[in-house]
């Protein structure tokens, strides 16, 4: 676009607005790549995370007391509704206790 600007003749207006326009997707695009990778990095450290625990858990043989740790890397959220509690765990399985 700007070498066409500089071998042809035409209204330098109509080359800025379509130049700012351009620009501005650009920036967009930039922006939007800067979001996924930052979301993408989350994502690989709470899997690693993830994975640690779940190594933590293989190892031992059985949970004989209550672990906050465990439970927060493993329940992504709890629905609660008027008769029920619905788990939701990062690894996409739920769990419906009725109350």
Same mark, same amino acid.
């Given at each position: ?5 500089? $071998?042809?003749?035409? %209204?330098?207006? %109509?080359?800025? #607005?379509? /130049? %700012? /326009?351009?620009?501005? &997707? ?7 790549? #800067?979001?996924?990778?930052? +979301?993408? !990095? !989350?994502?690989?450290?709470?899997? +690693? @995370?993830? +994975? @640690?625990?779940? #190594?933590? @858990?293989?190892? $031992? %043989? ?11 890397? $493993? ?6 509704? &008027? ?6 765990? /990062?690894?996409?399985? $739920?769990?419906?206790?009725? @109350?």
């Amino acid at each position: 676009m700007v070498l066409e600007n500089a $071998s042809t003749i035409q %209204d330098q207006e %109509d080359y800025q #607005k379509r /130049y %700012d /326009y351009l620009s501005g &997707k650009y920036e967009e695009g930039k922006k939007q790549l #800067k979001a996924l990778e930052d +979301e993408r !990095a !989350a994502r690989a450290t709470q899997k +690693e @995370l993830l +994975e @640690l625990k779940i #190594k933590e @858990l293989e190892e $031992s %043989d059985v949970l004989t007391e209550w672990n906050e740790s465990i439970f927060r890397m $493993s329940v992504e959220e709890i629905l609660v509704s &008027k008769n029920n509690l619905t788990f939701k765990f /990062y690894i996409g399985e $739920s769990i419906k206790i009725k @109350l």
